[in-house]
């Protein structure tokens, strides 16, 4: 008895604080919730002046309400990277708390493949949805990202780690969550996309630490 309950401790713990190699999984929030989403620990030692962000998800809510996809707050600014879906517009993209939108003129219920990219010295964004890149925008020129970060996934930051609400939530799948300090060339985002290797400095799939909360589980993906 005392072998069992500790390997069922153990289990737990590597759960809630594990790294593990994610290929092939995907972290499912099956329903609406204030409390549940998973945070995704990094190693940032210094602010971004650049980053790229790919992912891929999976939901039916777009054409019924919002949702978070990914949030990145810092103790300065619960919004320093958001990127949310609009309902009736499309993609929100938001750094240092100015935001911008993408609009999406047809809403499918599959699979969607994302990469989003911006710098600092131009204040340039992409977005890349599929594959296929929408039309540049620019934000918050001169501006640098902190890296005193809290990253979560299934729910909006309204301040640092919390304040979350269950109408912003994500309810569906979401994985292949890569992050880099640097804005990856058209080439390398095909690369991604593809499935292909190009391995990420700030947050990487295949050794992720992560801590879960709530109701999610992680399944095998539903997309290639």
Sequence with gaps: MEKLLCFLVLTSLSYAFG???MSMKAFVFPKESDNSYVTLKTR???PLKAFTVCLHFYTELSSTRGYSIFSYATKRQSNEILIFWS???GYSFTVGG???LFEVPEVTVAPVHICTSWESASGIVELWVDGKPRVRKSLKRGY???EDASIILGQEQDSFGG???TQQSLV???GNVNMWDFVLSPDEINTVYLGGPFSPNVLYWRALKYEVQGEVFIKPQLWS
């Design 19 to 21: 790294q593990t190699d």
């Design 44 to 46: 940032l030692t210094k």
């Design 87 to 89: 309902k009736d517009i």
């Design 98 to 100: 100015s935001e911008i």
């Design 144 to 146: 640098t990202v902190g």
């Design 163 to 165: 304040s979350f609400e």
């Design 172 to 174: 569906g799948d979401i």
